[in-house]
């Protein structure tokens, strides 16, 4: 380590971002609209309005650059931001490479993960419209545990509905929800029209986040005093990670450093874009040149083998129809360890942006992600969740062609959380029992075959 060249970067309070970036703004052609699902036209505030309360309906719509964060927003977020930029010198030494590799943790936050960054403004805004309880879905159970904390900020009720793979493997996630106060069920469920649907047709059902998404959203439509939370994908989630990105370009500034590659994992891709979007405007603008590279499981490879098409966004088909990279909304991944990406869409505005051919996409099979695990554990002393295990493994390959080429580049990923809550994962990866799952041809094209007919713009 040389003098300049910290283990940690830090900002103060007074430097934590006050704006959320919204790069809808800033690229080249706007993304497709949102359709409503019986007349195929561009949905409006009234379609939303039975779920969202009107200020997220409007930052899902926005084409402002940025939107000012609530001071009570603020407030919470100083429990934990802004959070730490490591220079990962450790892992740096033991792969031999002369790479400098970043990682922004926020695995600090209460929650453990990225998530309270869109769990708290949403909380927020619904307990200023008067709603009195929240439904959502969760994988790995990281949003969950995040919603349920936010709502015990702003005085909600929380309920939510687990993918059943997931909450079997991640037992003590349940109990961190309840004791933030939420209520937990397995997904599909015998609660809601939408869960008994699904195990009528398949008893042994691992769930999935669109049937979980389903249940909550059945739920919540069906309460006037309850709305749906969604942790990932929409445009107003990305948005309020962006205070990840935005931390992470003044934390380099305090060093004279740019990354030359950025890495982030996705499944919904919240983790995705809040990382990489304040970075894209600086692209975009002619100030920065960096490769931003999304990397997602093999077995649920919506970005690198998906259809580019309308689709709903949960398994029953309640939600608007979004044109995304996606699997099928009838898809069901198996049940890997890293719950939180097991979508079978990817967000609407990162596929916009792939399309446009701003960022890259690679998969990984969850045993070489374990191992990047491991070995980032050994190093750095951080147990990471299984789900930026897969941003770690695409680090090292790139940090290890570095060792093969001689290039000095600035590597940057964000660990989104810790993996305490996932120790049986890696148990299960320790002792050899870890499958890889790769998503078939037949299987794909099977899960591909039901998606909706949309009919094409007119001219």
């Known amino acids: 380590m040389t003098m300049g060249e910290p283990s940690k970067i830090l900002l103060d309070e007074s430097e934590m971002p006050r704006r959320w970036y919204n790069i809808v703004a800033d690229l080249p052609a706007a993304p497709p609209p949102v359709l409503h699902p019986g007349t195929m036209a561009p949905v409006g505030p009234d379609d939303l309005a039975i779920l969202f309360p009107m200020e997220l309906i409007r930052q899902e719509v926005t084409t402002e650059r940025y939107v000012d964060i609530p001071e009570d927003v603020l407030d919470v977020y100083r429990l934990w931001r802004p959070s730490p930029l490591y220079r990962a010198h450790r892992l740096e030494r033991a792969l031999g490479t002369p790479a400098k590799i970043f990682y922004k943790y926020e695995g600090v936050s209460p929650a453990g993960s990225h998530k309270p960054n869109t769990a708290v403004p949403q909380a927020y805004y619904n307990a200023a419209a008067g709603i009195r309880r929240l439904t959502t879905e969760t994988g790995a159970g990281q949003w969950g545990t995040a919603l349920a904390f936010a709502c015990a900020q702003y005085g909600l009720d929380c309920e939510v509905w687990q993918v059943r793979a997931s909450y079997d493997q991640k037992p003590y996630r349940k109990i961190m929800i309840e004791t933030f106060g939420g209520v937990v069920h397995p997904s599909p469920s015998e609660l809601t029209g939408a869960g008994r649907a ?175 695990g491991v070995r980032f554990a050994r190093t750095e002393g951080i147990v990471p969740a299984p789900e930026p295990t897969h941003a770690l493994a695409a680090c090292i390959e790139e940090a290890l062609r570095c060792k093969e080429t001689g290039e000095e580049k ?50």
């Open 198 to 372: 699904v195990l009528g047709r398949y008893p042994d059902s691992p769930g999935s986040l669109g049937i979980a998404i389903s249940e909550a959203v059945e739920m919540a439509a069906g309460s006037p005093d309850t709305n749906y939370a969604l942790g990932s994908v929409l445009n107003h989630v990305l948005l309020h990670q962006t205070v990840i990105g935005e931390e992470a370009i003044a934390q380099f500034g305090k060093v004279g450093l740019t990354p030359d590659v950025i890495v982030g994992c996705t499944g919904g891709g919240s983790n995705f874009g809040g990382l990489a979007f304040p970075f894209l405007r600086e692209k975009l603008a002619g100030r920065m040149d960096v490769t931003i590279r999304a990397v997602e499981p093999a077995s649920c490879p919506s970005l690198t083998r998906g259809v580019y098409a309308y689709d709903f966004g949960d398994t029953i088909g309640r939600t608007p129809l979004m044109k995304m990279h996606t699997l099928g909304h009838d898809f069901i991944p198996d049940p890997i360890h890293a719950g939180g990406l097991r979508y079978h869409g990817m967000s609407p505005l990162i596929s916009h942006v792939y399309e446009l051919g701003l960022i890259e996409a690679v998969a990984k099979g969850q045993r070489e992600c374990f191992e990047a």
């Open 410 to 459: 600035v590597i940057l990923t964000a660990l989104c959380g810790h993996g305490h809550l996932d120790l049986a994962a890696y148990g299960a990866y320790l002792a050899g029992e870890l499958v890889d799952h790769e998503l078939s041809e037949t299987d794909l094209h099977a899960a591909t075959s039901t998606l909706p007919a949309v009919p094409a713009p007119s001219a």
